[in-house]
């Protein structure tokens, strides 16, 4: 006869001399225990041998959610499963389930930790995502969890969402491939879908600007190490991180040559190559101040360590505002890869396209970069004597610095 919800009532608190079970149907029991305790239980056969699994007590469980149990696991049973072995994977699966930030942590330091840009984009979900979904469970993480956080972010900061969207996308990808979550929530998003446009950088230096921006390099307020950093920048059209990661190590004075080590440069990642730059006679007294200023190893830093990411944000205002100061000019604003561009963009008229790029760090393009290993070296010290030269036309001109 099977159980009814007045039967469990009538015994839920009873107490009893021993013991006692009752069937209901499909293989669902119910046990009594002698201080009244009323549990479910599921009793089946597995391979011949009699299996039983416990599915909770009552009331907590009503009669109604037990019988529901039995039905899904008689559908495993029938699957050719043992229901007592898949539920405890199951839970074994939900117990070992990463938090998010667990997740990021380790697929950063697994995949992208050697990269230049690893200690920003672990700072960036620092502060903008573990606070917000970071203890939540990965798996269960799905694309409404993530869109609140990123409509916020996107509202003032549109590279910092583009660059979380970007990674938190890759750490998915990777930890599907290893069976840690089965769905990637960010797969379909990109910043358009946050009114993101991808730009291309177009601000460039003209001659004016140039003779402004050196004019503030030799007279401002700002440091010896922050002048000569600006124009290292422009002069070599290098990527910030190249200079803040450079040691005096990496600077030879007497074969003039400046190595970039692999780590410190964009396309070392993939190549494992260092760029090797020639030094010029014109740029060794702006490198022997910097690196003789210099306590530690790095020589734009006076301790063991190098310069905090970011350092240099606020340098173009900095130079900006010297220029209105002084000139009552308004400089449009400009960042640091700006300089980078405006040397880039001076070079085509000095050099041929392959050696620019290479002189900004550039790969040769397609199996030119296989069958060609020449370094360039003497071609490149060409071009930057060339660029020298310009510079220093530019900035003396009387026309541009009044």
Not at 112 to 121: E, L, M, R, T, W
Request: glycine share 6%; with cysteine; net charge positive.
């Amino acid at each position: 006869m099977a159980i009814s919800d007045s039967y469990l009532r009538s015994n839920l608190g009873k107490p009893r001399d021993k013991i006692e079970e009752k069937s209901d149907r499909d293989g669902l029991w119910v046990r009594l225990s002698v201080k009244g305790a009323v549990t479910f239980f599921y009793r089946y056969r597995y391979y011949g041998k009699q299996e039983k699994m416990t599915l909770g007590s009552y009331p907590a469980v009503s009669l109604k959610v037990a019988r529901d149990e039995v039905i899904k696991w008689a559908g495993v049973l029938a699957a050719g499963n043992n229901p007592k072995m898949r539920r405890d994977l199951d839970r074994e699966k939900i117990s070992n389930q990463l938090s998010f930030e667990a997740m990021f942590r380790e697929w950063h330091s697994m995949v992208f930790a050697p990269k230049v840009s690893s200690v920003q984009i672990m700072r960036s979900f620092e502060i903008h995502v573990f606070p917000k979904i970071g203890k939540y469970p990965a798996e269960e993480l799905t694309v409404h969890n993530w869109l609140p956080l990123l409509d916020k972010l996107s509202k003032h900061y549109s590279e910092i969402t583009k660059r979380v969207i970007s990674n938190a996308k890759q750490c998915y990808s990777w930890a599907k491939k290893r069976q840690i979550v089965s769905h990637n929530p960010l797969l379909e998003l990109s910043g358009r879908d946050f009114g993101i446009q991808k730009g291309v950088g177009e601000r460039v230096l003209d001659h004016q600007e140039i003779a402004l921006f050196w004019d503030a390099c030799n007279h401002s307020r700002l440091g010896t190490r922050n002048k000569t950093l600006l124009k290292l920048c422009l002069f070599y059209g290098c990527r910030i991180a190249e200079l803040r990661l450079a040691k005096k190590g990496d600077f030879d004075l007497k074969l003039g040559v400046w190595t970039v080590p692999a780590e410190n440069h964009k396309t070392g990642m993939k190549t494992k190559k260092a760029l090797i730059r020639p030094i010029i006679p014109e740029i060794y007294p702006l490198l022997e101040a910097v690196i003789n200023f210099s306590c530690g190893d790095y020589i734009f830093s006076s301790r063991e360590i190098p310069l905090a990411l970011g350092f240099h944000l606020t340098l173009p205002g900095s130079v900006s505002s010297y220029i209105y100061k002084t000139y009552k000019i308004t400089v449009p604003h400009f960042s640091i890869h700006d300089l980078r561009r405006t040397a880039r963009t001076n070079l085509s008229e000095l050099t041929a396209p392959h050696i620019a790029e290479m002189m900004l760090g550039h790969k040769l393009p397609g199996v030119w970069a296989v069958y060609d290993k020449y370094s360039y070296l003497d071609e490149m010290k060409g071009a930057y004597s060339r660029w020298w030269e310009r510079l220093q036309s530019i900035t003396s001109n009387p026309e541009y610095v009044k």
